[in-house]
């Protein structure tokens, strides 16, 4: 069959052909599409499929179920890796009963992550076969190869797609769902499943053992070809080799490719392709892998040979690479003219105003933080966290961002480093529950005197609004047992717990300002659903107007920073985005707006 | 040599249904038996940010169209036309919808929102033609503003390698049926708008 498919659904795709019994992850972009396609079907298939509650657990229910000798996938995205790196790390030593297949999706510039780690690194340093897709229909090939190389070796295999890969459409060959006959059972066998240091280092031994055959088979993947046209050459890894293959068809240029798809790299190919060359380009995105090797191997096989690629400056180091980029890196090498874009007038580009992301139309969030500032202070600190409310960042109460969990461990950081003044730290309910708990617990046993904040819209909006435990259901829509924030917050040892409606900015004040004076570790929990999950659930609220003869033009509206929210000449006036929540009425010193009957 | 038979770059506004655009013309190209790429905005920048999707109708390369490449810039908002411009090739067409909306930063007062010349004056200097149209007005009269991503898509159709026919019937497998009527009506009007 041939369908048009997103890089995300091919997998998902791929994954149910290899027969997958167990998939589990946590959502991070742009890796969620995958749990996404999955979730609605999985009952109709027999799998069960989770979303998990962060990567490390995902990680491990995927291990534990490989365990059985079902087959199982984990997906997440490039730092999600670093939450699971603990059992990643070991799981190389013990190896999988199952294939297991690990998908980190890595996302170069950045355009939804906090920083270009590259995963490719990961699978080198725990020994692991890695795949890397360019396209759709690689990273669903790859995928029916991951699990057969996984279980060839024993081994987990990393397959890392990139956000042009996930998130790029084409036309895709897939098969049909395979159900898998295999009766599942744990064996029990503690030389391979206990981690003991007597355990742990012989299997270091055979870890090392199986690398040479991993490369070698590797090798002979279709994914490592290498095409000679003459004495310059290019050697590109993922999606990079496409952006290499179609600069030389468009150039028309003789000049030969070695692709590189598969990691370890295969030092044989490598090594060959280098002794005919004169000059060589490596274009890869994020971390100079390949070049560092090449650099190696060319030591050995043609210490003449002259290697371009990021240390030579011919490609960009940071950010991620694009068609045009690579062909003027090769049109550079070979003294072709390069191609500009065309270039706007710089005054066309200045009148440009900048469309930054933002919290939606009447997001809880936006309140939240309003209400957080009158209590608080602007001189306060605010340790924020990672989902849609770091976009307050220009409301003044994001101060920091590191990682998943860090506001309220980093805030309790800053407390006992001496700082004097209120400290509230922000999270929200998803990234509370993913690795907010133990920050919280730590702070009460060792005594922080903060507020923490949970802005709770009971969903993992940022994603792409996927379930957590505080939603009530499961990725496969089943009902999951009731949770109480305030319970947990308040048996992990918070002094004072509190729960109010940010939409109801006076409780929402009056909370807050009880946490501030309370003398200990307190506990807020902004509790409004995300306005997008309510939307769908077919909440509509009425739209708010300003009445223009009562507004006097002080743009106190227009600060709170609603996108429903414009100027006009003189008097603010509310457009079709507005979704009622009915905050700004509260905010407007002259009442002036209202419902609209 | 040319790597594609028609690269299209397509620029909103999060939430102005940019991706249903590339799903129809993905299924219309592979009903016409070519291959198709694209690569599309999700995450982040889908909070009424501003959203890039690129389109490569008979392509086997990746999805990403070079600057100064495409044959079509499909804007459906003016400011994000002048954004991406740097896309279009010197032969390309720039088809914009003229209505605006207003960043953040415009609603709050920290920029203004630039007048449509002063928008569409540097895009002529750029590209070898500029077909501005209130596709928002044109989805109203066709029943739902919702329908403006489908408008541009019926002024884009004379552009792909694609007959209209194939196009239609990928549009009918894609949009919900009841919305079909309202669809149907905006394709044509945004034919006819730049007939
Ligand atoms: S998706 Fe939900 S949480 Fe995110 S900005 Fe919009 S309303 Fe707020
Ligand atoms: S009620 Fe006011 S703050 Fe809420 S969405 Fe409408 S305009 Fe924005």
Same mark, same amino acid.
């Given at each position: 069959?041939?369908?048009?498919?997103?890089?995300?659904?091919?997998?998902?795709?791929?994954?149910?052909?290899?027969?997958?019994?167990?998939?589990?992850?946590?959502?991070?972009?742009?890796?969620?599409?995958?749990?996404?396609?999955?979730?609605?079907?999985?009952?109709?298939?027999?799998?069960?499929?989770?979303?998990?509650?962060?990567?490390?657990?995902?990680?491990?229910?995927?291990?534990?179920?490989?365990?059985?000798?079902?087959?199982?996938?984990?997906?997440?995205?490039?730092?999600?890796?670093?939450?699971?790196?603990?059992?990643?790390?070991?799981?190389?030593?013990?190896?999988?009963?199952?294939?297991?297949?690990?998908?980190?999706?890595?996302?170069?510039?950045?355009?939804?992550?906090?920083?270009?780690?590259? #995963?490719?690194?990961?699978?080198?340093?725990?020994? +692991? =076969?890695?795949?890397?897709?360019? &396209?759709?229909? !690689?990273?669903? /090939? $790859?995928?029916?190869?991951?699990?057969?190389?996984?279980?060839?070796?024993?081994?987990?295999?990393?397959?890392?797609?990139?956000?042009?890969?996930?998130?790029?459409?084409?036309?895709?060959?897939?098969?049909?769902?395979?159900?898998?006959?295999?009766?599942?059972?744990?064996?029990?066998?503690?030389?391979?499943?206990?981690?003991?240091?007597?355990?742990?280092?012989?299997?270091?031994?055979?870890?090392?053992?199986?690398?040479?055959?991993?490369?070698?088979?590797?090798?002979?993947?279709?994914?490592?070809?290498?095409?000679?046209?003459?004495?310059?050459?290019?050697?590109?890894?993922?999606?990079?080799?496409?952006?290499?293959?179609?600069?030389?068809?468009?150039?028309?240029?003789?000049? #030969?490719?070695?692709?590189?798809?598969?990691?370890? +790299? =295969?030092?044989?190919?490598?090594? &060959?392709?280098? !002794?005919?060359? /004169? $000059?060589?380009?490596?274009?890869?995105?994020?971390?100079?892998?390949?070049?560092?090797?090449?650099?190696?191997?060319?030591?050995?096989?043609?210490?003449?040979?002259?290697?371009?690629?990021?240390?030579?400056?011919?490609?960009?180091?940071?950010?991620?690479?694009?068609?045009?980029?690579?062909?003027?890196?090769?049109?550079?090498?070979?003294?072709?003219?390069?191609?500009?874009?065309?270039?706007?007038?710089?005054?066309?580009?200045?009148?440009?105003?900048?469309?930054?992301?933002?919290?939606?139309?009447?997001?809880?969030?936006?309140?939240?933080?309003?209400?957080?500032?009158?209590?608080?202070?602007?001189?306060?600190?605010?340790?924020?966290?990672?989902?849609?409310?770091?976009?307050?960042?220009?409301?003044?109460?994001?101060?920091?961002?590191?990682?998943?969990?860090?506001?309220?461990?980093?805030?309790?950081?800053?407390?006992?480093?001496?700082?004097?003044?209120?400290?509230?730290?922000?999270?929200?309910?998803?990234?509370?529950?993913?690795?907010?708990?133990?920050?919280?617990?730590?702070?009460?046993?060792?005594?922080?005197?903060?507020?923490?904040?949970?802005?709770?819209?009971?969903?993992?909006?940022?994603?792409?609004?996927?379930?957590?435990?505080?939603?009530?259901?499961?990725?496969?829509?089943?009902?999951?047992?009731?949770?109480?924030?305030?319970?947990?917050?308040?048996?992990?040892?918070?002094?004072?717990?509190?729960?109010?409606?940010?939409?109801?900015?006076?409780?929402?004040?009056?909370?807050?300002?009880?946490?501030?004076?309370?003398?200990?570790?307190?506990?807020?929990?902004?509790?409004?659903?995300?306005?997008?999950?309510?939307?769908?659930?077919?909440?509509?609220?009425?739209?708010?107007?300003?009445?223009?003869?009562?507004?006097?033009?002080?743009?106190?509206?227009?600060?709170?920073?609603?996108?429903?929210?414009?100027?006009?000449?003189?008097?603010?006036?509310?457009?079709?985005?507005?979704?009622?929540?009915?905050?700004?009425?509260?905010?407007?010193?002259?009442?002036?707006?209202?419902?609209?009957? | 040599?040319?790597?594609?038979?028609?690269?299209?770059?397509?620029?909103?506004?999060?939430?102005?249904?940019?991706?249903?655009?590339?799903?129809?013309?993905?299924?219309?190209?592979?009903?016409?038996?070519?291959?198709?790429?694209?690569?599309?905005?999700?995450?982040?920048?889908?909070?009424?940010?501003?959203?890039?999707?690129?389109?490569?109708?008979?392509?086997?390369?990746?999805?990403?169209?070079?600057?100064?490449?495409?044959?079509?810039?499909?804007?459906?908002?003016?400011?994000?036309?002048?954004?991406?411009?740097?896309?279009?090739?010197?032969?390309?067409?720039?088809?914009?919808?003229?209505?605006?909306?207003?960043?953040?930063?415009?609603?709050?007062?920290?920029?203004?929102?630039?007048?449509?010349?002063?928008?569409?004056?540097?895009?002529?200097?750029?590209?070898?033609?500029?077909?501005?149209?209130?596709?928002?007005?044109?989805?109203?009269?066709?029943?739902?503003?919702?329908?403006?991503?489908?408008?541009?898509?019926?002024?884009?159709?004379?552009?792909?390698?694609?007959?209209?026919?194939?196009?239609?019937?990928?549009?009918?497998?894609?949009?919900?049926?009841?919305?079909?009527?309202?669809?149907?009506?905006?394709?044509?009007?945004?034919?006819?708008?730049?007939?």
């Amino acid at each position: 069959m041939r369908e048009y498919l997103l890089g995300n659904v091919a997998i998902a795709k791929g994954i149910l052909e290899a027969g997958a019994g167990v998939v589990s992850g946590y959502p991070g972009t742009p890796s969620s599409e995958i749990v996404d396609y999955l979730a609605p079907i999985a009952k109709e298939h027999g799998i069960h499929v989770e979303w998990s509650v962060n990567e490390k657990v995902a990680m491990e229910v995927a291990i534990g179920a490989s365990w059985t000798g079902t087959r199982s996938a984990v997906t997440m995205k490039h730092v999600g890796l670093n939450v699971a790196a603990d059992p990643f790390m070991t799981l190389a030593y013990l190896g999988v009963g199952g294939g297991m297949v690990v998908i980190s999706a890595d996302d170069p510039y950045c355009h939804s992550s906090q920083n270009e780690q590259d #995963s490719r690194r990961y699978a080198q340093f725990a020994r +692991i =076969p890695c795949l890397d897709p360019a &396209d759709p229909q !690689e990273a669903r /090939d $790859m995928i029916l190869r991951a699990f057969s190389l996984s279980e060839k070796f024993g081994l987990p295999v990393m397959v890392r797609p990139t956000t042009r890969v996930s998130h790029a459409r084409a036309d895709v060959e897939v098969g049909l769902p395979t159900k898998r006959v295999d009766s599942p059972k744990f064996f029990k066998n503690p030389p391979r499943r206990v981690a003991l240091p007597v355990h742990a280092r012989p299997l270091h031994a055979e870890l090392l053992e199986k690398q040479a055959g991993i490369e070698a088979t590797l090798a002979e993947e279709l994914w490592n070809r290498a095409e000679m046209r003459g004495e310059v050459g290019i050697i590109a890894s993922g999606i990079a080799g496409l952006y290499a293959a179609e600069a030389i068809a468009e150039l028309e240029a003789d000049l #030969s490719l070695l692709r590189i798809g598969t990691y370890p +790299i =295969p030092r044989r190919s490598v090594g &060959d392709f280098l !002794e005919r060359l /004169d $000059m060589v380009l490596v274009v890869e995105e994020m971390d100079a892998v390949i070049e560092e090797f090449v650099e190696m191997v060319a030591k050995e096989r043609n210490p003449d040979v002259k290697i371009l690629g990021k240390r030579s400056g011919s490609i960009p180091g940071v950010g991620e690479l694009d068609p045009l980029i690579v062909r003027n890196a090769i049109a550079g090498m070979i003294d072709l003219p390069r191609k500009m874009a065309p270039k706007m007038s710089p005054e066309a580009l200045t009148i440009l105003p900048p469309r930054p992301p933002t919290l939606c139309p009447g997001c809880s969030h936006r309140a939240a933080y309003y209400a957080m500032r009158k209590a608080f202070g602007k001189d306060a600190v605010f340790p924020n966290d990672i989902g849609c409310y770091t976009m307050g960042v220009g409301m003044g109460t994001v101060d920091t961002c590191l990682c998943m969990g860090a506001s309220i461990t980093v805030g309790s950081g800053i407390r006992f480093g001496g700082e004097e003044r209120p400290i509230c730290a922000v999270l929200g309910d998803s990234t509370f529950l993913h690795s907010g708990l133990t920050g919280l617990l730590n702070a009460a046993y060792n005594g922080a005197r903060m507020t923490v904040a949970i802005l709770d819209n009971s969903i993992t909006a940022m994603t792409g609004h996927q379930p957590h435990p505080g939603t009530g259901r499961t990725a496969c829509c089943e009902l999951s047992p009731p949770l109480s924030l305030e319970d947990i917050c308040r048996s992990l040892g918070a002094g004072s717990v509190d729960t109010a409606d940010p939409y109801d900015l006076e409780s929402m004040i009056g909370a807050f300002e009880r946490a501030r004076d309370h003398p200990g570790l307190s506990v807020v929990v902004a509790k409004q659903a995300c306005v997008i999950s309510a939307m769908r659930a077919g909440v509509r609220r009425p739209r708010l107007a300003v009445d223009s003869e009562k507004c006097g033009g002080c743009k106190i509206c227009i600060k709170f920073g609603c996108p429903a929210i414009e100027f006009d000449g003189n008097v603010a006036k509310i457009n079709a985005l507005c979704s009622g929540c009915g905050v700004c009425a509260q905010i407007c010193p002259e009442k002036a707006i209202e419902v609209v009957k | 040599m040319r790597t594609s038979e028609c690269d299209v770059v397509v620029v909103g506004v999060g939430g102005q249904g940019v991706i249903l655009i590339s799903e129809i013309i993905g299924r219309a190209a592979m009903m016409a038996g070519l291959s198709v790429r694209g690569v599309e905005t999700h995450g982040m920048a889908q909070r009424g940010g501003s959203v890039i999707n690129h389109i490569r109708v008979g392509c086997s390369f990746s999805a990403m169209i070079s600057p100064g490449s495409a044959d079509v810039l499909l804007a459906m908002e003016p400011v994000e036309a002048l954004r991406y411009a740097h896309y279009l090739s010197p032969q390309g067409v720039a088809l914009v919808n003229s209505r605006p909306v207003m960043p953040i930063t415009v609603t709050t007062g920290m920029a203004s929102y630039p007048s449509i010349e002063e928008i569409l004056a540097p895009l002529r200097g750029i590209c070898s033609q500029v077909k501005p149209m209130d596709a928002t007005g044109l989805a109203e009269e066709a029943g739902s503003p919702q329908a403006t991503n489908v408008v541009m898509l019926g002024a884009l159709s004379e552009h792909l390698p694609i007959e209209e026919a194939t196009i239609l019937s990928a549009l009918s497998e894609t949009v919900p049926a009841r919305f079909l009527e309202i669809n149907k009506k905006a394709f044509e009007l945004g034919k006819i708008e730049v007939e």
